[in-house]
């Protein structure tokens, strides 16, 4: 089991730039890729990234790549998501999620994360 915490999300106004965190704490993290979605309203939850157990690995969204950059520190059980360029369109509720692996393999699939986070809102204006 492995409990994940979102931080750092809030208002900002488009171009500016904001730093996600994700706490993890139970089984250690280094055993899980992880990997960070959003949920509009009225929309599905969309794949933003992952980055693999030892961040040797990553994978970007077309819609973030080139603004949006994920990254680790297995020490400290923690996962960020470094968002720049932001766009009104970047506006939901952001999620972390945890994928148990023994490889270093990538999934972009909603359904293989079995950990999730509670979420924290990032509202870009115009």
């Known amino acids: 089991q492995v409990q994940l915490v979102e931080s750092g999300g809030g208002l900002v106004q488009a171009g500016g730039s904001l730093t996600l965190s994700c706490a993890a704490s139970?089984?250690?993290?280094?055993?899980?890729?992880m990997g960070w979605f959003r949920q509009a309203p009225g929309k599905e939850r969309e794949f933003l990234t992952t980055?693999?157990?030892?961040?040797?690995?990553?994978a970007y969204a077309d819609s973030v790549k080139g603004r949006f950059t994920i990254s680790r520190d297995n020490a400290k059980n923690t996962v960020f998501l470094q968002m720049d360029s932001l766009k009104p369109e970047d506006t939901a509720v952001y999620y972390c999620?945890?994928?148990?692996?023994?490889?270093?393999?990538?999934?972009?699939?909603?359904?293989?994360?079995?950990?999730w986070g509670q979420g924290t809102q990032v509202t870009v204006s115009s």
């Open positions: 139970g089984r250690t993290s280094s055993s899980y890729a």
């Open positions: 999620a945890a994928r148990l692996t023994t490889d270093q393999g990538l999934s972009i699939m909603r359904s293989q994360y079995e950990y």
């Open positions: 980055i693999s157990r030892s961040c040797g690995s990553t």
